[in-house]
């Protein structure tokens, strides 16, 4: 199937700015997700992006879409310890169903 | 709305003996989706219903795998003869088709642990 990659490990201070990035290879994907896992627990759905916008701001978070170089990424602002956890990228391809998962970044936020 | 349930949210079983579990979606939700998410990985679609069609079911893991969702409500996953290989944890998720951008949300999730 088609590739959704991910850096592995991310660390940033209390306060900073983090920015996780994301790849993907399916020209046809629709939308682009990002998803937030804590330990032992489900997904919890962060934001998405249609494939035809560059940019969505929501609060703290920005996502940028680059469409030509098919890279997506994620900026927190003012990064918190609660932000702490496994951040998910996802596209979905133009069949419209099945999400496709990158392996996920751990981001730890240290004070 | 309470969002989407699953249970049991752990389970511990030995190895050949079969397990179900099961998922509530959001109410007015008639997708659902059931992915599997094994350690270090992002989750893995398997299958999904439309209302209680099962629209795709080819990336089931195996014919030890099935799923259904008879009243177009809730839906269970079983595996049969567990293999060790099958401890992961089991997502359920749900969506509402006439939404445009089809968001997914996600359950807490069922962890399988066979011994």
């Known amino acids: 199937g088609e590739d959704v990659e991910q850096s592995l490990f991310l660390s940033v201070r209390e306060g900073d700015s983090s920015v996780i990035n994301c790849t993907y290879t399916d020209s046809s994907s629709t939308y682009l997700y990002w998803y937030k896992q804590e330990p032992g627990a489900g997904l919890q759905l962060l934001t998405y992006?249609?494939?035809?916008?560059d940019m969505k701001q929501d609060q703290r978070l920005t996502v940028l879409l680059n469409k030509k170089d098919k890279h997506l990424s994620l900026r927190i602002a003012d990064t918190q310890t609660g932000d702490s956890a496994i951040y998910f990228c996802?596209?979905?391809?133009?069949?419209?169903?099945?999400?496709?998962f990158g392996k996920g970044t751990s981001l730890l936020v240290t004070p | 709305d309470t969002g989407v349930s699953q249970d049991p949210r752990h389970k511990i079983t030995k190895r050949g003996q079969n397990v179900t579990f099961r998922c509530d979606p959001i109410s007015e939700h008639n997708r659902l989706y059931w992915y599997r998410q094994t350690l270090g990985q992002g989750p893995e679609f398997l299958t999904y219903f439309q209302n209680e069609a099962q629209l795709e079911k080819s990336r089931l893991l195996s014919d030890r795998f099935s799923a259904e969702r008879p009243k177009g409500s809730f839906s269970t996953l079983e595996i049969q003869r567990t293999e060790q290989g099958d401890s992961a944890m089991y997502l359920c998720?749900?969506?509402?088709?006439?939404?445009?951008?089809?968001?997914?949300?996600f359950g807490p999730g069922t962890r399988l642990l066979v011994l």
């Open positions: 998720a749900s969506s509402l088709a006439s939404d445009s951008q089809e968001t997914q949300y």
């Open positions: 996802a596209d979905l391809p133009n069949s419209g169903y099945a999400l496709n």
């Open positions: 992006i249609f494939s035809n916008m």
